[in-house]
C-alpha cells in the first residue's frame, strides 16, 4: 500500500490544503514519514484520512461553480466495522454539500472489497443532496456486487462505459461533462 500514491496528475489545477472549503484545509503532509495506515498496513502520506482504519481518500479536484467533486478512494470500505461511509460523510463530503456541492465522483480502482451493513447511512446522505449524485468510477466487480445486493444501485450510478475511461488522461471538466451526459442518456 505504501507506494500506492494518490493522483497528483491535476496539482496545478486544485489542492485540497489550499481550498478554505475543504476539511483538508491547512493539512501539512510529510513526504518522508509514513503517518498513514490502512489497518497495520503503511499507506502513502499524501493519503488524507477520515479517521477509519480501512479506508483513505484524497480529493482530487472540486468545482463550485459546477457543483462537483472527484475524490479518489484506496482500502478496504467497511461499514460492518468501520461505518467508513458515515465517516467518510461526516468527515469529508458533508463540508463539500455545505459549499454547495451536490455530484461526487468517487474514484474506487483502489477499493479492494466493500462491506456494507444496511443504507441508513447512503440514503441520509441522498436527502442531504436532492438534486445531486454519487458516481463510481472503475469499482471492481466485488465491491459493484456488493452495491447491488445491498440495494444500493440506486444511490451509486456507474457503468461499463464509464469504467472504460483513461480518467487520468483526462480534464475534470471532461469526465464530469461525460458522466453527465451518460446520467441523462440513461434517464431519457
Known amino acids: 500500500m505504501f507506494d500506492v500514491e494518490p493522483f497528483y496528475g491535476w496539482h496545478h489545477l486544485y489542492i485540497s490544503e489550499e481550498d478554505e472549503n475543504s476539511p483538508f484545509y491547512g493539512m501539512v503532509y510529510n513526504a518522508f514519514e509514513f503517518d498513514r495506515y490502512i489497518y497495520t498496513f503503511p499507506a502513502h502520506p499524501l493519503w488524507d484520512t477520515i479517521d477509519s482504519e480501512s479506508l483513505l481518500i484524497k480529493v482530487l479536484f472540486v468545482d463550485y461553480s459546477s457543483g462537483y467533486a472527484i475524490i479518489e478512494l484506496i482500502g478496504e470500505w ?56 454519487i458516481a463510481l468510477i472503475r469499482a471492481r466487480d466485488a465491491v459493484l456486487e456488493e452495491i447491488t445486493r445491498y440495494g444500493l444501485s440506486g444511490v451509486f450510478y456507474w457503468t461499463k462505459e464509464l469504467d472504460l475511461m483513461s480518467w487520468r488522461k483526462m ?11 451518460s446520467m441523462r442518456k440513461a434517464l431519457y
Open 78 to 133: 467497511n461499514d460492518l466495522f468501520e461505518n467508513d461511509f458515515k465517516l467518510f460523510t461526516e468527515n469529508c463530503l458533508l463540508a463539500f454539500t455545505a459549499a454547495g456541492i451536490d455530484k461526487f465522483i468517487l474514484i474506487c480502482e483502489n477499493v479492494f472489497n466493500i462491506y456494507l451493513e444496511n443504507d441508513e447511512y447512503y440514503n441520509a446522505f441522498q436527502d442531504e443532496i436532492p438534486d445531486g449524485w
Open 171 to 181: 480534464k475534470p471538466d471532461d469526465i464530469f461533462e461525460k458522466i453527465n451526459a
